[in-house]
């Protein structure tokens, strides 16, 4: 089946400085990307959705500044996390599809973000 | 903001069938109705997915009512493995837009 990867699977920053996360559907094209995140014992969020080539939509109260999402191509997104505080720390996780609600969401296995 | 609405939690027995219920009164005619299922730090994992008709696969059966406000994920004979989170997510055939709500969590008892 469609498989995503997610890299890194944990990371540990320091305050202040930003984290690269990275998401790849390996054998397929994916047409859109989501990017979530998820707090301990909590549902999952929305964060912003991110078809290829074009800026990424943000849900509301997301700041796009400080979440920098980047899909450069048909197989890769990025999610940058700037100038990371204690707040931020939390469990992202991406999702992709090869098209528009007819095809399933495949997840990646997230990303445990630390920051100290 | 529209959301999918379903329970906060429900309990089944072991090998008994489990019927899980979700709302989504704001549908539109271009959402699918999609499911999926996590376990603690993992991301969800596909289950079933459909626009108007009722589904089947290996893992589950999709009823959508004939309205399409409200769907019902039924898993035929549930086992331990099959406690997790489940959420009933739209999206849109038009934009990709995803609408979702808490999820649901289910536990199976022995």
């Known amino acids: 089946g469609a498989v995503v990867s997610q890299h890194p699977s944990w990371v540990i920053c320091k305050s202040g400085t930003s984290v690269k996360i990275e998401c790849r559907s390996l054998?397929?094209?994916?047409?859109?990307m989501f990017w979530y995140r998820q707090f301990p014992k909590q549902s999952l969020m929305l964060m912003a959705t991110s078809n290829e080539g074009s800026k990424a939509t943000y849900e509301q109260g997301v700041e796009k500044d400080k979440f920098l999402i980047n899909h450069a191509s048909l197989t890769l997104s990025t999610l940058t996390v700037t100038s990371a505080h204690p707040e931020d720390s939390s469990f992202y996780i991406c999702s992709a599809t090869r098209s528009r609600g007819g095809s399933p969401l495949h997840f990646g296995n997230g990303t445990r973000l630390t920051v100290t | 903001d529209a959301k999918t609405t379903q329970p906060n939690s429900m309990e089944s027995n072991e090998e008994e069938p489990v019927h899980l219920p979700c709302n989504h009164s704001t549908i539109s005619g271009t959402d699918y109705i999609h499911w999926y299922r996590q376990l603690p730090s993992q991301g969800p994992e596909y289950v079933i997915h459909g626009l108007t008709s009722n589904v089947n696969n290996r893992m589950a059966s999709l009823a959508i009512a004939e309205d399409r406000k409200s769907s019902t994920l039924i898993l035929h004979r549930a086992t331990l493995r099959d406690a997790a989170v489940y959420y009933c997510?739209?999206?849109?055939?038009?934009?990709?837009?995803?609408?979702f709500g808490k999820g649901i969590t289910l536990s199976v008892r022995p």
């Open positions: 054998d397929f094209q994916a047409t859109t």
């Open positions: 997510i739209l999206i849109s055939g038009a934009n990709s837009k995803l609408t």
